[in-house]
């Protein structure tokens, strides 16, 4: 157990905090070289398993079927333990810690370090500014309007290791009423609440990161399209057609999913109660693998993109048309069914006002 939890120190902050990745080293895998290897969403949507990657040498991918041959496991009776749990993960839409923890729980496959599931350091200041949101009107019902110099929430949790606690003990006290909880649960309830917001703020910087790179990508559509060189390609007219309405349907979906949570959460701090803070943190928490999953896919994509085509001006018409021919739409019908599967979204309903 020491070697293990070693080794999930060694995790990258990159890879931790991906939506494409996941480190086998924070899984019970019993083969020596898998537990260096990561399993990844490669631009085709395809999983596989990465053994090595490097600038120079590129990424040595492999196929989980193909993995029998590659370590000398039997080929008939019982599979390999770890051809059983790979085939289990290779069918999760996302690999971010979100996604992840729901997922791995439904599939009952444990992690060596529960830690490995939480976004990183860097990760975590990184979204700050959108975490604000989420922070302002928690810190405003313990302290109010006053001059106070909590200004984020690790400040708020840190009010529970501070010997002045007793300064907010009335504040959280009436929290706590509020609630419907004693005031030993609120440090859980805090936890919760920002664990729940973190997620959310995460997802939102997943899409931000993405919508520039997208944005570039559907114009190169349209220059494709009326280019004189390859407009008369049915085939290429028809799979551009395709993709822009993917894209753009899915990027609509998602963008519609956070100003639902938006109008959910914007008055939550009215009259709050336990119920109420549980709805909302089950409306969000329903859509994490829908999220996950979509956002995972397009974030390959359009990272793949990027990578070949950083500016406007790179590349031309033809190799962007052969890029998405052979790339990029390899996999689009992955996406939608991600998307199709998602439950019904809907928002507190006027019972929470009641409450």
Same mark, same amino acid.
């Given at each position: 157990?020491?070697?293990?939890?070693?080794?999930?120190?060694?995790?990258?902050?990159?890879?931790?905090?991906?939506?494409?990745?996941?480190?086998?080293?924070?899984?019970?895998?019993?083969?020596?070289?898998?537990?260096?290897?990561?399993?990844?969403?490669?631009?085709?949507?395809?999983?596989?398993?990465?053994?090595?990657?490097?600038?120079?040498?590129?990424?040595?991918?492999?196929?989980?079927?193909?993995?029998?041959?590659?370590?000398?496991?039997?080929?008939? $009776? %019982?599979?390999?333990?770890? =051809?059983?749990?790979?085939?289990?993960?290779? @069918?999760?839409? !996302? &690999?971010?810690?979100?996604? *992840?923890?729901?997922?791995?729980?439904?599939?009952?496959?444990?992690?060596?370090?529960?830690?490995?599931?939480?976004?990183?350091?860097?990760?975590?200041?990184?979204?700050?500014?959108?975490?604000?949101?989420?922070?302002?009107?928690?810190?405003?019902?313990?302290?109010?309007?006053?001059?106070?110099?909590?200004?984020?929430?690790?400040?708020?949790?840190?009010?529970?290791?501070?010997?002045?606690?007793?300064?907010?003990?009335?504040?959280?006290?009436?929290?706590?009423?509020?609630?419907?909880?004693?005031? $030993? %649960?609120?440090?859980?309830? =805090?936890?919760?609440?920002?664990?729940?917001? @973190?997620?959310? !703020? &995460?997802?939102?910087?997943? *899409?931000?990161?993405?919508?520039?790179?997208?944005?570039?990508?559907?114009?190169?559509?349209?220059?494709?399209?009326?280019?004189?060189?390859?407009?008369?390609?049915?085939?290429?007219?028809?799979?551009?057609?395709?993709?822009?309405?993917?894209?753009?349907?899915?990027?609509?979906?998602?963008?519609?999913?956070?100003?639902?949570?938006?109008?959910?959460?914007?008055?939550?701090?009215?009259?709050?109660?336990?119920?109420?803070?549980?709805?909302?943190?089950?409306?969000?928490?329903?859509?994490?693998?829908?999220?996950?999953?979509?956002?995972?896919?397009?974030?390959?994509?359009?990272?793949?993109?990027?990578?070949?085509?950083?500016?406007?001006?790179?590349?031309?018409?033809?190799?962007?048309?052969?890029?998405?021919?052979?790339?990029?739409?390899?996999?689009?019908?992955?996406?939608?069914?991600?998307?199709?599967?998602?439950?019904?979204?809907?928002?507190?309903?006027?019972?929470?006002?009641?409450?």
């Amino acid at each position: 157990m020491v070697e293990e939890t070693v080794k999930n120190e060694d995790v990258s902050d990159h890879d931790r905090d991906a939506l494409h990745i996941l480190p086998l080293s924070i899984l019970p895998i019993e083969t020596p070289a898998l537990k260096r290897a990561r399993l990844i969403k490669n631009i085709r949507l395809e999983t596989v398993v990465e053994l090595f990657e490097d600038a120079s040498t590129g990424s040595g991918q492999i196929e989980v079927e193909n993995l029998p041959s590659q370590f000398g496991w039997p080929d008939e $009776g %019982e599979p390999h333990p770890d =051809l059983v749990l790979l085939r289990k993960l290779l @069918l999760m839409p !996302s &690999y971010d810690v979100y996604s *992840l923890r729901i997922l791995l729980r439904e599939h009952g496959i444990p992690v060596n370090d529960v830690k490995a599931l939480k976004l990183s350091g860097t990760k975590n200041q990184e979204l700050t500014e959108y975490m604000a949101t989420f922070t302002r009107p928690l810190i405003l019902q313990i302290y109010g309007d006053e001059d106070i110099s909590i200004q984020n929430f690790e400040d708020v949790i840190g009010l529970f290791r501070d010997p002045d606690v007793r300064k907010a003990k009335r504040k959280l006290e009436i929290m706590a009423g509020k609630l419907g909880i004693g005031l $030993g %649960e609120v440090p859980k309830f =805090l936890e919760d609440y920002g664990d729940i917001f @973190l997620s959310l !703020s &995460y997802y939102r910087k997943c *899409l931000d990161d993405i919508e520039p790179v997208t944005t570039q990508f559907l114009d190169s559509l349209d220059e494709i399209r009326s280019n004189w060189q390859l407009k008369n390609d049915p085939s290429l007219m028809k799979t551009c057609n395709q993709v822009q309405a993917t894209m753009n349907g899915l990027m609509a979906a998602i963008t519609g999913r956070f100003e639902n949570f938006d109008r959910s959460t914007g008055n939550m701090w009215d009259n709050i109660t336990g119920a109420k803070f549980r709805k909302v943190e089950k409306l969000i928490s329903d859509y994490h693998t829908t999220i996950g999953g979509v956002l995972c896919s397009l974030t390959v994509k359009m990272d793949g993109w990027h990578r070949l085509f950083p500016t406007a001006d790179s590349g031309g018409p033809v190799k962007r048309a052969e890029f998405i021919m052979s790339e990029i739409k390899q996999g689009m019908e992955r996406i939608q069914k991600i998307e199709d599967s998602a439950p019904m979204l809907s928002e507190l309903g006027d019972d929470d006002e009641e409450e």
